[in-house]
């Protein structure tokens, strides 16, 4: 009897969960979407579209007589299986093979991969020497988006405002993460969505290891209700931290073999923490060009709160080291493993169950729970020197359309939901953290804003919180650069 009562209590809690995500997700977020019969009506008689036969908008007749689209990638893993990888057998690699040769089918190409670079700074150093050099090596560039950026400044990529083939009214394309990325409202170098499986690897969550959750007197499902409510925030996250630690061999110093509440590094975490805390560090005027937004009263409060969290709480561990983040948590060493999706792929052995959640509010008061999605996710642009632009950017199209198609259902659906997760409510919290994901531009454009966008991870590392002594020490650069990248668009093609 107590067992069919969890489980009652446990679907009630997921439908609950459903509802409330569902309602909460933004119509310009990079979220799974639908297609009505009338767009104009939000009426509950639209009849949605199952996302495999959702059309696109590219001519049924397009035919490039057998043309050969070559996209540039770094040579890693997880860019091979989001570009081209081999059948193997896994769901997600066999989904991306079978989406490109329906691609080259139906447009007449052949896409040829081309890897090379052992990771984004040596892609980028490739990228550069052939594009600035006028060499007609790649169509198509899929780049990590902290090395591509930078490369736009300097008139390396062109303007996809130009294409008759990209159709950023789809729902495969990411519509505010993509207007995040430009000045103005006249230029788009840049694009991401469903075809970005990196993009979806980065995204901000929070795991939690269930039995450690249970043993300090929450049940599991207690957790997601805590989400639900809104009422997951820092308190709550320091406060299940500080009840987590434990001196496991008594010798009263914190060391890593300790038990935590979490582990956090200076680097990478304190993205992920400051950019969903409902902090804006970026503002816009009515023609798109952005200011910077940084000394705020919000930001220096926050700033102080989570200084108190890293620094001034027992439950947590600061190490710069990410595996033993992971590791610790997979043996039982920690509550909180705060990190991205990406994780779920160090998991897999872990014995005890665990749930994904996001990252908290900041307090109640803030609106909605946010993600970031890490500035190592690949985003697609077109070089200059490329000689075909409209099979380049057909080709884009129709990748992204049937990554939304069929590639995301087999990566999103059954990987990261079903392999990796492992309940039901996760795969709720997975769809909610996806369709708050996000960038800022400052974050996005931070290594030519004088590390502005990463003002958090200066502060953290230099164990201070105080944000008016280090936005002063970078603020005049920060504004000269912006100045620079707003000159520097002003005189790329329109």
């Known amino acids: 009897m107590r067992d069919k009562k969890r489980f009652i209590a446990a679907s009630l809690l997921l439908a609950l969960l459903v509802a409330a995500f569902s309602a909460c997700a ?22 949605e579209m199952p996302r495999e036969l959702t059309p696109d908008s590219l001519p049924d007749d397009l035919d490039f007589d057998g ?17 081209s990888p081999e059948l193997t057998g896994d769901i997600v690699d066999d989904a991306v093979y079978s989406r490109n040769r329906m691609v080259e089918e139906r447009l007449n190409i052949t896409i040829e991969a081309i890897f090379r670079g052992a990771d984004s700074t040596q892609h980028g150093q490739i990228l550069r020497n052939s594009i600035t050099a006028g060499s007609d090596d790649f169509d198509i560039v899929s780049g990590s988006q902290w090395i591509v950026l930078p490369q736009a400044l300097e008139g390396m990529y062109m303007n996809l405002n130009h294409s008759n083939y990209i159709d950023l009214s789809q729902p495969w394309w990411w519509q505010h993460y993509i207007d995040e990325l430009k000045i103005g409202k006249t230029k788009t170098f840049f694009l991401n969505g469903d075809l970005s499986l990196t993009s979806i690897q980065n995204m901000s969550c929070i795991f939690f290891n269930k039995k450690m959750i249970d043993d300090l007197g929450t049940p599991p499902d207690d957790m997601y209700k805590l989400v639900l409510d809104g009422k997951w925030t820092y308190d709550e996250l320091g406060k299940y931290a500080k009840m987590a630690y434990r001196d496991i061999n008594g010798d009263s110093t914190r060391d890593e073999n300790d038990i935590y509440g979490f582990m956090a590094r200076t680097s990478t975490e304190p993205d992920h923490f400051v950019y969903t805390a409902g902090n804006v560090m970026c ?30 709480n027992e439950g947590v561990y600061v190490t710069p080291d990410e595996s033993l983040m992971r590791s610790r948590f997979a043996e039982g060493g ?51 020197t490329c000689q075909q632009f409209d099979e380049a950017t057909a080709t884009l199209e129709l990748l992204c359309a049937q990554s ?75 504004e000269k650069g912006l100045q620079d990248i707003i000159e520097m668009y002003s005189k790329l093609e329109d």
């Not at 043309?67 to 570009?83: A, F, Y």
């Open 283 to 312: 503002t816009r005027d009515e023609d798109g060009i952005p200011s910077l937004n940084v000394l705020t009263d919000y930001f220096v409060g926050y700033m102080q709160t989570l200084y108190n969290l890293y620094y001034n």
């Open 334 to 384: 920690t509550l909180f493993l705060i990190n991205r999706f990406i994780s779920c792929n160090y998991l897999r052995d872990m014995k005890d169950e665990y749930g994904i959640i996001p990252f908290p509010k900041y307090t109640e008061q803030q609106k909605s729970y946010e993600a970031l999605v890490h500035d190592s996710a690949t985003v697609y642009c077109i070089p200059v």
């Open 404 to 478: 939304y198609r069929t590639v995301i259902p087999a990566y999103y659906e059954m990987a990261l939901k079903v392999k990796y997760a492992r309940d039901s409510t996760a795969a709720v919290t997975i769809d909610m953290i996806k369709s708050v994901a996000r960038t800022d531009f400052i974050y996005a454009y931070n290594y030519a804003l004088n590390n502005a966008g990463l003002i958090c991870r200066t502060l953290l590392g230099n164990k201070s919180a105080d944000v008016a002594s280090e936005w002063a020490r970078v603020q005049k650069g920060a």
């Open 26 to 47: 933004g119509s310009d977020a990079p979220v799974d979407q639908t297609i009505e019969s009338d767009t104009s009506s939000n009426s509950a008689e639209t009849t």
């Open 67 to 83: 043309m050969t689209v070559r996209i540039s990638s770094r040579d890693v893993d997880i860019n091979v299986q989001e570009i």
